[in-house]
């Protein structure tokens, strides 16, 4: 009798699945009808061959290919490197697969050149055997001398450099040092979620990862559990004193039995740790490690250590950096973290305006409505204007005391580019940009992964341009295109 239940079951499901594809498939007829009273002839033959290959793959340069997709297809890959008015045309390279992965098809069709497995221990690259030959005449300009037949000495001070161009080259060349037991304390104060999890394990098994999750996905909370779970001395190293304020909060208030373990720095206070041994180094928005005047804190000192960024890309190209510098990269796709409601979903609007004046203007329309508002002002002179004029607090680089709490503690705040990344204001409901580093889509990201935060459900992100600034600069709204949101443009 149950058997007989589930017989009938599956075929008055299948009888439904039927009803759906017929109706499906007339609405399609019926577009497609419509198209052509357009004068618009449509093969359908050749339409049902685009439906199984919606994109197009072109050859860029060696090992990086442009995947161009018409904007109606919710296709995204990559990074977003361009877009006209019907299509979107993404980058797609060696590494990209390692923050998210490539659907098969697309790895099938690209067949990257295998490459040796190639590893850097303690100064000296493995090669094997069979390829110590070819890894002398590539990498010839990093290397000293041949150790045996299956490992080369690397020049001194070169070891980061070698790691970035095997990057480049599409190798992982990470040996994993996996955290041993006498490091590690029994400590559970902080809750990880299943994908944290999973991270804390390869993060075991390595001892070095670079956690590249969405804004708002938990991963200073990554950050911390290590820090709480490590002994011995630590370092987090971040960007700005916002964000040392930031990290010294959350401390205080999830781990203050390790505080005294723990030390937190800048990027620009390498001369302050150079000589200082650590167990575990956290560098938080780790984007900027690649950076010419930070790169010497990649030398710090440190036995384990963690990166993370919610936007690792560089406008100078370096992104391998990015990885050579952390560890094994560990990353996923930002819509699942939306479909699992684990991140907001910001609302996004341009607003196009005349000049600044009329900026000033749209800006005291839009903050009628009292919401918890940060308006990200580059400009000092700006900001202070606007403070002035709008009658609220401006916080940039001069202010060197409470940034967070006056942030927190205002409906509305003029925050300069100290706000753009690492802090995390959950009652924020509304970020409006009106001034910006030109067509930087890290900073982009960075300003709108502060609504991931949000406790709201759809927090408003609204950017305020002049049409000269949206022609120059438009390239920085590819940092939300990418990621699959939408920018309605308002005139």
Known sequence: MDVEHVVSAIKENFEKLDEVISELKSELESKIEEIRRLNINIDVDELTEFLKEPYCILPKKKDQFWVIVPKFVDFYVGWLEHETRSYNIFTINR?????????????DRLKFEERPPFKVFDGVLLTGKEHQDEAWRRYRDFLNRRVGDDRIQIKRGFEFKLIAKLIEDG????????????????????????????????FLETGAVGLFYPFGAGKSFFGLYALGRIKGRKLVVVPYLTTVEQWKERIEEYIPEFEDEIDVYTYQSFHKIKDKDYVLTVFDEVHHLPAPTYIRLATVKTKYRIGLSGSPFREDGNENYIFALTGFPIGVDWRKFISRGIIAKPKFTLYLVKNKTAKIKKLEE?????????????????????????????????????????????????????????????????????????????????RFGRLMHSKEKEPQHIIIMTEEEFEKYEKRLYAITERGFRVEIVR
């Open 95 to 107: 590494y990209t697969q390692w923050i998210t992965e490539l659907p098969r098809e697309i790895k």
């Open 366 to 446: 839009l903050l009628r409505i009292p919401v918890k508002t940060i308006i990200f002002c580059d400009s000092i002179s700006f900001g202070e204007e606007l403070s002035k004029k709008l009658q609220i607090p401006f916080v940039h680089g001069g202010v060197k005391k409470d940034r967070l709490d006056v942030i927190r503690t205002s409906t509305h705040v003029v925050v300069s580019r100290v706000g753009d990344e690492g802090i995390s204001i959950p009652e924020v409901e509304r970020v409006i940009e009106v001034d910006f580093l030109y067509g930087s889509r890290m900073q982009e990201s960075q």
């Open 171 to 202: 190798i992982l060349p990470f040996v994993p040092r996996p955290v041993e037991e006498s490091d590690l304390r029994a400590w559970d104060k902080i809750k990880l979620r299943d994908y944290q999890q999973e991270a804390w394990e390869r």
